[in-house]
């Protein structure tokens, strides 16, 4: 496998970071890949915020469900969905920005945001950091919008933790086959039963191996997870930032 294609595969979301510091000018070569990045239309209707005050980071991992690799990381990137900008392009032409006011027009824009979390993760990996990406940062939006200062029709989606991994690397973790993720012409999904199966041992073994032998299967953990709604706030805050649906 050629050495981008292995930047992909090797993926291991880092939760323990060294305290080297990540210089400026490397941060800045990962922000421009990640701004070329497509977005629909080229809107380009992301942002992020990074932060790396210990206090800011430390509120941060608290408001995201006490996730304390915010804190070991030296950098947390927070991506956005912002309209606050293409609604300043839309003033320039005298034209009311409508866009937020259709479910498609939210969806347009958390889909950019995960290209470009996606993005600024392998970039970052390419330049020798380690990631680890943070949903928890919708847990509570309005006190992240707030922390973060994020104006009217800017909404907070996913974080990236950025830094230095210590050594030795972490095992990859298990994932389903391709036989439950690639489909031809038509969706199968004769195989996902027994690929469930599978994966469960193999997320049994991993647990295993890293000293955590009571640690649920992948389908136990995702029942765990998807049996309720969580982060209730969060339509709520959309709706304060300017979005409607």
Not at 19 to 30: D, M
Not at 202 to 219: H, K
Request: proline content about 6%; hydrophobic content about 45%.
């Amino acid at each position: 496998m050629n050495a981008p294609l292995n930047v992909f595969t090797s993926h291991r979301s880092q939760r323990n970071f060294t305290s080297q510091p990540v210089a400026e000018s490397l941060l800045a070569e990962v922000f421009e890949a990640t701004r070329r990045a497509p977005t629909w239309n080229n809107a380009q209707n992301v942002s992020w915020v990074t932060v790396t005050d210990p206090a800011a980071k430390a509120e941060l991992a608290h408001l995201a469900g006490n996730q304390a690799q915010i804190e070991r990381a030296p950098v947390f990137a927070v991506l956005c969905v912002d309209f606050h900008k293409t609604a300043a392009a839309c003033a320039r032409h005298g034209v009311a920005q409508r866009v937020q006011e259709n479910l498609n027009g939210l969806l347009i824009g958390v889909l950019d945001a995960g290209i470009l979390a996606g993005t600024m993760m392998n970039a970052a990996r390419a330049a020798g950091l380690a990631v680890c990406p943070v949903g928890g940062v919708r847990r509570e939006p309005r006190k992240v919008i707030d922390l973060l200062g994020l104006p009217r029709l800017v909404m907070p989606m996913v974080g990236v933790c950025l830094g230095y991994a210590p050594a030795p690397a972490q095992p990859l973790k298990p994932r389903l086959p391709l036989s439950s993720l690639w489909h031809r012409e038509r969706y199968d999904d004769a195989s996902l039963e027994t690929d469930i199966a599978r994966l469960d041992a193999e997320t049994l073994a991993y647990s295993e191996a890293l000293g955590r032998a009571d640690a649920p299967s992948w389908s136990a953990a995702t029942a765990a997870k998807y049996a309720s709604a969580g982060y209730l706030h969060v339509a709520d805050t959309l709706r304060q930032q300017g979005f409607v649906f």
